[in-house]
């Protein structure tokens, strides 16, 4: 990877925490934003989906079942526009589960940028077995690909 990529990559990763901030959820404030062309098409984090109250866990602090995780909102709202995801980049604070995997995937994302790593690593085991480009972005300015 360039200097110039990896710059961009740090940028866009440091946007996408700050993004995250916007999430209601108490356990984990997940932030993603698509790029294409180094312009920001999308974003998202993770929380209720419109029209819902903006609380995330129960009593227990357990995430409720409709909760959207952050990758799936940024996805949703590039669909509801006049954009389009095939050949984007996407970064995310938290490696994707299995299921944001697979949209990421139909969506025609070419590549993923992630912040820190989930206790999971299916999602992205399948990106990688779909031919996604994936880049594990710490702070300490580690890539892992």
């Known amino acids: 990877m360039n200097d110039k990529q990896n710059r961009r990559d740090h940028l866009y990763m440091k946007m996408a925490r700050t993004w995250a901030e916007n999430s209601y959820c108490v356990r984990r404030k997940v932030g993603a934003l698509l790029v294409k062309n180094q312009m920001i098409i999308s974003d998202g984090y993770n929380g209720t989906p419109s029209g819902f109250e903006n609380k995330c866990e129960d009593e227990d602090g357990a995430s409720y079942p409709f909760v959207l995780h952050a990758e799936?909102?940024?996805?949703?709202?590039?669909?509801?526009?006049?954009?389009?995801?095939?050949?984007?980049?996407?970064?995310?604070?938290?490696?994707?589960?299995?299921?944001?995997?697979?949209?990421?995937?139909?969506?025609?994302?070419?590549?993923?940028?992630?912040?820190?790593?989930?206790?999971?690593?299916?999602?992205?085991?399948?990106?990688?077995?779909?031919?996604?480009?994936?880049?594990?972005l710490t702070e300490e300015n580690k890539n892992i690909n």
């Open 72 to 136: 799936a909102n940024a996805i949703t709202k590039v669909a509801r526009s006049n954009n389009s995801s095939d050949g984007a980049t996407l970064y995310v604070t938290t490696s994707p589960c299995l299921e944001c995997s697979k949209l990421i995937i139909q969506s025609g994302i070419r590549r993923v940028v992630y912040g820190e790593e989930y206790r999971i690593m299916t999602g992205v085991d399948l990106l990688r077995r779909a031919g996604i480009e994936v880049v594990a």
